[in-house]
T-cell receptor, first 115, second 116 residues
């Protein structure tokens, strides 16, 4: 079946602009995660959704970052007023939503470059 | 706090050599899960294995094997008879079972280069 998909695959933007990154999880997966991969910080957790609610937003680095999920499916990560330090690969993962036993399956990522 | 350490930043081997990637973790949880993911040059993280804290049996899958030892908090990964296609960054990860989520805490990764 189809895996996790993300769009766009690449995004180049100017400092100060807003960007939206999209994630389509595997069908039937109720849990959805956003991670960020950068050279300096490695792979870091951003936010977790169970259904449409986000019980864990502890990894969002600032209030410029927000995310939502609608219909228990697609999720959008929004970064407002982008800064150069936001440049990274943003990875989305989904899982069945069984706490503690889940395997997270990752999408191909969106490479964000802030000029 | 949970932490995963992959001390080997880069390993280079010649094809057909065996190679072991080390992973050491820290957690206060009694129930937790450990994972290995592969990230080839294409960039997508590929799931390899999940192991729960109650199961210390070693696992073998083809050329891959994993050694989980709670006594040393290690979950090492061995590739037997390495191949060029094994070249990738390998990440070890720990699931945060004790919190509200099972977010993954990743190590910094080991870049494996298999030379022909």
């Amino acid at each position: 079946g189809a895996g996790v998909s993300q769009s766009p695959s690449n995004k180049v933007t100017e400092k100060g602009k807003d960007v939206e990154l999209r994630c389509d999880p595997i069908s039937g997966h109720t849990a959805l995660y956003w991670y960020r991969q950068s050279l300096g910080q490695g792979l870091e957790f951003l936010i977790y959704f169970q259904g449409n609610s986000a019980p864990d937003k502890s990894g969002l680095p600032s209030d410029r970052f927000s995310a939502e999920r609608t219909g228990g499916s697609v999720s959008t990560l929004t970064i407002q007023r982008t800064q150069q330090e936001d440049s990274a690969v943003y990875l989305c993962a989904s899982s069945l939503g069984l706490a503690g036993t889940d395997t997270q399956y990752f999408g191909p990522g969106t490479r964000l470059t802030v000029l | 706090a949970q932490k995963v350490t992959q001390a080997q930043t880069e390993i280079s081997v010649v094809e057909k050599e065996d190679v072991t990637l080390d992973c050491v973790y820290e957690t206060r949880d009694t129930t937790y899960y450990l994972f290995w993911y592969k990230q080839p040059p294409s960039g997508e993280l590929v799931f390899l294995i999940r192991r729960n804290s109650f199961d210390e049996q070693n696992e073998i899958s083809g050329r891959y094997s994993w050694n989980f030892q709670k006594s040393t908090s290690s979950f090492n990964f061995t590739i037997t008879a390495s191949q060029v296609v094994d070249s990738a960054v390998y990440f070890c990860a720990l699931s945060d079972y004790g919190g509200a989520t099972n977010k993954l805490i990743f190590g910094t990764g080991t870049l494996l280069a298999v030379q022909p």
